[in-house]
């Protein structure tokens, strides 16, 4: 299993030493959200290049923020390998968020809140590398996982093999040891944990338990 720490429960005035605390994990999870498409703020591209700087881990950006496709290249340019953004934010410009990702040279996710019903993803899977599945509302860490966020996960391992599609299954939120286990279960490739990996005295060895969860 893939691991990707999300270090939003960090404590941002010993952010190096912090990072460092996560070494262990190859992804590197960014929650950027604007405070429109989602209440809280958090940061910007800014944060991507300062941690660019430091550490050489995959960077796996979630954007959480409205009109997207103005601000994609701002975070591959900051060093965003991969990045994320919401069908629900894009509206009827997937598409060109898509398009733009790979004109950046970039991998490409596409993310959907829990109430969006999974069919809505079908016309762009065969073009992503990943699909952000939330299991719990995006906004902030620390919530508990949404259990029906595991009938979208096994929809899209079938889709898939159906398909012919090549793309990552990620679940986001409420990531835990026991919720590990289930969607691992269902088909999920890549998990991304905040506070149950910030919360540990040691979070690399946690790393290592989820990654072979
Ligand atoms: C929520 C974020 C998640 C969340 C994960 O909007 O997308 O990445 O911070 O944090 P935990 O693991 O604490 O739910
Ligand atoms: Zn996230």
């Given at each position: ?5 999300s270090?939003?429960t ?7 030493d ?6 262990q994990?190859?992804w590197?999870?960014?929650?950027v959200?604007?405070?429109r498409?989602?209440?809280n ?9 300062r ?6 881990q995959?960077?796996d950006?979630?954007?959480?923020i409205d009109?997207?496709?103005a601000?994609i290249g701002?975070?591959?340019a900051?060093?965003a390998e991969?990045v994320?953004?919401?069908?629900e934010?894009?509206?009827d410009?997937?598409?060109e968020c898509?398009q733009l990702i790979k004109?950046w040279g970039?991998?490409?996710?596409i993310?959907?809140?829990p109430?969006?019903?999974?069919e809505?993803?079908?016309?762009f899977?065969?073009?992503?590398d ?9 906004g ?9 966020s ?7 391992r079938?889709f898939r093999n159906d398909?012919?599609?090549s793309?990552?299954i990620?679940?986001d939120?409420?990531i835990?040891y026991e ?5 691992k279960e ?10 149950y ?5 040691d979070?690399?060895q ?5 990654e072979?969860?």
């Open positions: 299993m893939i691991v990707a720490p270090f939003l960090a404590n941002f005035s010993i952010l190096r912090e990072i460092e605390s996560i070494s994990a190859k590197l999870h960014f929650d959200m604007d405070g498409f989602v209440p703020t958090t940061y910007d591209a800014r944060m991507v290049s941690i660019r700087s430091f550490s050489n995959f960077f950006c979630h954007l959480m009109n997207p496709k601000q701002k975070y591959i900051a060093g991969l994320t953004f919401h069908v934010a894009a509206k410009e997937t598409e898509i004109d970039a991998k490409v996710g993310s959907l809140k109430k969006t019903p999974i809505r993803l079908d016309a899977l065969s073009q992503v990943l699909v952000l599945v939330m299991s719990v509302e995006p902030k860490g620390g919530q508990s996982f949404m259990e029906d595991l009938g979208k996960i096994a929809y899209l079938r398909n012919k599609c793309f990552l990620e679940v939120g409420g835990n919720t590990a286990k289930k969607v269902a088909g999920a490739d890549v998990i991304v944990s905040g506070s990996i910030f919360n540990q005295r979070r690399n946690v790393i290592g338990v989820l072979n969860v």
